[in-house]
Protein backbone atom coordinates (compact mmCIF):
# COMPACT_ATOMS: atom_id res chain seq x y z
CA UNK A 1 0.00 0.00 0.00
CA UNK A 2 1.52 3.14 -1.03
CA UNK A 3 0.89 6.28 0.84
CA UNK A 4 1.17 9.72 -0.89
CA UNK A 5 1.74 12.93 1.18
CA UNK A 6 0.79 16.22 -0.37
CA UNK A 7 2.68 19.78 0.50
CA UNK A 8 0.90 22.65 -0.42
CA UNK A 9 3.49 25.29 0.05
CA UNK A 10 2.03 28.84 0.70
CA UNK A 11 -1.76 27.00 0.29
CA UNK A 12 -4.05 29.39 2.73
CA UNK A 13 -7.51 27.75 3.71
CA UNK A 14 -9.82 30.50 3.64
CA UNK A 15 -13.37 29.56 5.43
CA UNK A 16 -16.60 30.57 3.79
CA UNK A 17 -17.53 33.78 6.07
CA UNK A 18 -14.33 35.11 5.68
CA UNK A 19 -14.84 36.03 1.69
CA UNK A 20 -17.72 38.02 3.35
CA UNK A 21 -17.39 41.38 2.66
CA UNK A 22 -19.57 42.29 5.66
CA UNK A 23 -16.77 40.09 7.35
CA UNK A 24 -14.11 41.71 6.28
CA UNK A 25 -15.54 45.39 7.00
CA UNK A 26 -16.68 44.09 10.75
CA UNK A 27 -13.09 42.94 10.93
CA UNK A 28 -11.23 46.39 9.80
CA UNK A 29 -14.15 48.47 11.91
CA UNK A 30 -13.15 46.24 15.27
CA UNK A 31 -9.48 47.20 14.59
CA UNK A 32 -10.10 50.86 14.34
CA UNK A 33 -12.31 50.83 17.12
CA UNK A 34 -9.29 49.60 18.78
CA UNK A 35 -6.65 51.97 17.07
CA UNK A 36 -9.09 54.93 18.48
CA UNK A 37 -8.94 53.91 21.97
CA UNK A 38 -5.36 54.21 22.19
CA UNK A 39 -5.68 57.70 20.74
CA UNK A 40 -8.40 59.32 23.03
CA UNK A 41 -8.87 59.94 26.91
CA UNK A 42 -12.24 58.31 27.83
CA UNK A 43 -13.43 55.65 30.76
CA UNK A 44 -12.71 52.13 31.02
CA UNK A 45 -16.32 51.27 30.87
CA UNK A 46 -16.39 53.20 27.38
CA UNK A 47 -13.13 50.99 26.46
CA UNK A 48 -14.66 47.79 27.48
CA UNK A 49 -17.85 48.63 25.61
CA UNK A 50 -16.40 49.24 22.49
CA UNK A 51 -14.10 46.73 22.13
CA UNK A 52 -16.98 44.38 23.31
CA UNK A 53 -19.11 45.09 20.87
CA UNK A 54 -17.13 46.32 17.96
CA UNK A 55 -15.20 42.78 18.71
CA UNK A 56 -18.88 40.82 18.65
CA UNK A 57 -19.71 41.91 15.26
CA UNK A 58 -17.14 39.68 13.15
CA UNK A 59 -17.27 37.04 16.04
CA UNK A 60 -21.32 36.62 15.27
CA UNK A 61 -20.93 36.53 11.45
CA UNK A 62 -18.47 34.08 11.80
CA UNK A 63 -20.38 31.81 13.77
CA UNK A 64 -23.55 32.40 12.26
CA UNK A 65 -21.83 31.30 9.14
CA UNK A 66 -21.08 28.38 10.66
CA UNK A 67 -24.66 27.39 11.89
CA UNK A 68 -26.76 24.61 9.46
CA UNK A 69 -30.24 25.81 9.90
CA UNK A 70 -31.93 29.25 8.90
CA UNK A 71 -33.24 30.35 12.05
CA UNK A 72 -29.80 29.84 13.73
CA UNK A 73 -27.99 31.50 11.56
CA UNK A 74 -30.20 34.39 11.28
CA UNK A 75 -29.95 34.89 15.02
CA UNK A 76 -26.53 35.32 15.18
CA UNK A 77 -26.61 37.78 12.24
CA UNK A 78 -29.63 39.88 14.14
CA UNK A 79 -26.85 39.56 17.05
CA UNK A 80 -23.84 41.04 15.20
CA UNK A 81 -26.25 43.69 13.31
CA UNK A 82 -27.29 45.04 16.80
CA UNK A 83 -23.72 45.50 18.12
CA UNK A 84 -23.40 47.58 15.22
CA UNK A 85 -25.98 49.56 16.66
CA UNK A 86 -24.16 49.59 20.12
CA UNK A 87 -20.95 50.66 18.93
CA UNK A 88 -22.37 53.48 16.76
CA UNK A 89 -24.12 54.64 20.15
CA UNK A 90 -20.94 54.52 21.97
CA UNK A 91 -19.39 56.46 18.87
CA UNK A 92 -22.42 59.08 18.88
CA UNK A 93 -21.34 59.48 22.86
CA UNK A 94 -18.22 59.99 21.67
CA UNK A 95 -18.85 62.48 19.35
CA UNK A 96 -20.62 64.07 21.82
CA UNK A 97 -18.27 64.47 24.18
CA UNK A 98 -15.88 66.24 21.70
CA UNK A 99 -13.57 63.10 22.03
CA UNK A 100 -13.46 61.75 18.31
CA UNK A 101 -12.31 63.74 15.25
CA UNK A 102 -15.60 64.63 13.17
CA UNK A 103 -13.85 62.76 9.76
CA UNK A 104 -13.14 59.73 11.54
CA UNK A 105 -16.45 59.49 13.85
CA UNK A 106 -17.82 60.04 9.64
CA UNK A 107 -16.13 57.36 8.55
CA UNK A 108 -17.14 54.97 11.26
CA UNK A 109 -20.67 55.61 10.89
CA UNK A 110 -20.68 55.12 6.93
CA UNK A 111 -19.23 51.58 7.35
CA UNK A 112 -21.79 51.15 10.21
CA UNK A 113 -24.28 51.84 7.76
CA UNK A 114 -22.72 49.52 5.28
CA UNK A 115 -22.44 46.62 7.91
CA UNK A 116 -25.61 47.12 8.98
CA UNK A 117 -27.12 47.45 5.48
CA UNK A 118 -25.57 44.03 4.53
CA UNK A 119 -26.59 42.42 7.66
CA UNK A 120 -30.12 43.30 6.76
CA UNK A 121 -30.12 41.61 3.79
CA UNK A 122 -28.22 38.62 5.10
CA UNK A 123 -31.05 38.65 7.42
CA UNK A 124 -34.37 39.15 5.01
CA UNK A 125 -32.15 36.22 2.41
CA UNK A 126 -32.99 33.66 5.75
CA UNK A 127 -36.29 34.33 6.23
CA UNK A 128 -39.01 32.13 4.46
Avoid at 18 to 39: G, M, N, P, S, W
Avoid at 44 to 49: A, G
Avoid at 61 to 85: C, H, L, M, Q, W
Avoid at 102 to 120: G, I, P, V, W
Wanted: with cysteine; hydrophobic share 35%.
Amino acid sequence: MNIIFLTFQNFSYMFGFQKLEVYKKAKQFHIDCKDLLTRIKTTRNVIDQLTRSSSSVPYNIAEGSGKFSKPDRKNYFITARASVFESVAILDGLDAEGKINKNEFAELNDTCDQMSRMLYRMIKNLEG
